[in-house]
């Protein structure tokens, strides 16, 4: 999804850090004739046709400078398909360095106060980018490793194996408290532990890999699909507008429109920007119910222990106890529980019995209901759901 200097490759339910998306800040009019397009000209100066503050999270995958000295063989050889194209190469890291901050400056610009933007690069330049966002003004969130299940090996043995790229994840400036992050979300999805910084994911290879009619592939550095929808799910909402100032055969855009979000993509080459629209045209969005995110913990409405026992939901001297039977407490009126002759909250008392600093009460009492133990949990959803109703 990488393409050229100015140009172009590379490639809101609440849950976020606070956990929210950004809110709108242009009026839709203004942005809605790039919404879902592929824009061809270079990065920078489409870049400056876009309205300030319209989009909600950008991926950039831009040039690496990778800086090869020649053709790459195999041991047997053979050539290696490596990236030479011209649109990577750069006379000096200086002239890398304007062009990084151009392109970052110009992408500040068009983000909402509350956006984020990711950039992917490899150890050749993504020090250098790491360095430039720095010194914009923009607030380094996470960096992230994409580990490659099926890395290209170092053919010559002079070097480790590349076997991962690093990808930023930075907000707009330090000021961007309610940028979007899907925790909730992305905890479930991995098991209910939460997400690490960490990614264990392919290349892009097989049937996903675009190829020309020579069989070919379309664009040398193609990224997985599997990695733009982490990126995409993690950081956006759906109908958020993501930005690629580097499109290339439009991964991005594809993802996006699979996910239920909008895309407006930027490319300077019209081979790669026509197989990007070609591919785009043929994904098919997913069902809405697919796309939602569930609510936050933190954005439901709160709810005491008191409240469930005033609401008659559980009645005072309900004995309750853990999973495991082996703590008992009894609710008293009030919405406080006794143990051991101690009185105090739910979690108070849940730390207590089993001798730990801290407990949520919530998960941890139980009561009989049908024969079986229930987490009082339970009721609280149940009061929730009401006061939504």
């Known amino acids: 999804m990488r393409i050229a200097r100015s140009g172009a490759t590379g490639p809101k339910p609440r849950n976020q850090v606070l956990r929210t998306a950004a809110s709108a800040v242009v009026p839709p009019s203004e942005i809605n004739g790039f919404l879902d397009r592929v824009v061809i000209g270079e990065c920078i100066a489409s870049l400056g046709r876009l309205p300030p503050a319209s989009v909600d999270m950008i991926f950039a995958d831009p040039p690496y400078n990778l800086q090869l000295e020649g053709a790459l063989h195999r041991p047997d050889h053979s050539l ?3 990236v030479d194209d011209a649109w990577d190469q750069f006379s000096s890291f200086a002239e890398y360095d304007t062009f990084t901050r151009a392109w970052l400056s110009a992408c500040r610009r068009v983000m909402k106060p509350d956006a984020t933007l990711w950039v992917i690069g490899s150890y050749h330049n993504i020090f250098r980018v790491g360095a430039a966002l720095q010194d914009l003004g923009f607030w380094l969130l996470n960096d992230i490793v994409w580990r490659k299940a099926n ?31 899907n925790y909730e979300a992305l905890k479930a999805g991995n098991e209910d532990v939460q997400a690490r910084s960490d990614w264990f994911l392919p290349l892009c290879t097989g ?18 699909e599997a990695l733009l929808a982490r990126v995409i799910m993690a950081a956006s909402n759906p109908g958020d507008v993501v930005l690629d100032p580097f499109f290339g055969t439009g991964t991005t855009g594809a993802v996006a429109k699979k996910l239920g979000r909008r895309f407006i993509g930027l490319e300077r080459d019209p081979g790669y920007a026509a197989a990007a629209r070609a591919r785009i045209a043929a994904v098919e969005p997913l069902a809405d119910a697919l796309t939602a995110l569930p609510t936050a ?7 005491a222990f008191a409240a469930v026992v005033e609401a008659g939901m559980i009645g005072p001297g309900t004995v309750l106890c853990d999973s495991k039977r082996r703590h008992k407490a ?17 979690h108070k008392i849940g730390a207590l019995v089993q001798g730990l600093p801290a407990c949520n009460g919530w998960t941890f009492w139980h009561f009989e209901q049908h024969d079986a133990l229930a987490p009082i949990d339970a009721l609280r959803g149940e009061m929730r ?3 939504a109703a």
């Open 330 to 346: 009894i609710v008293r009126p009030d919405g406080t529980v006794m143990a051991n002759g101690i009185i105090g909250s739910i």
């Open 207 to 224: 049937a996903e890999r675009l190829k020309d009619a020579n069989g070919a592939k379309t664009h040398p550095t193609q990224k997985p």
């Open 151 to 181: 890395p290209m090996p170092n053919f010559r043995g002079r070097r480790f194996t590349n076997a991962h790229e690093t990808m930023i994840w930075a907000s707009r400036d330090a000021n961007a408290k309610r940028y979007t992050f």
């Open 80 to 82: 290696v398909d490596a």
């Open 385 to 387: 759901r009401a006061l």
């Open 297 to 303: 913990k933190r954005d439901e409405p709160r709810v």
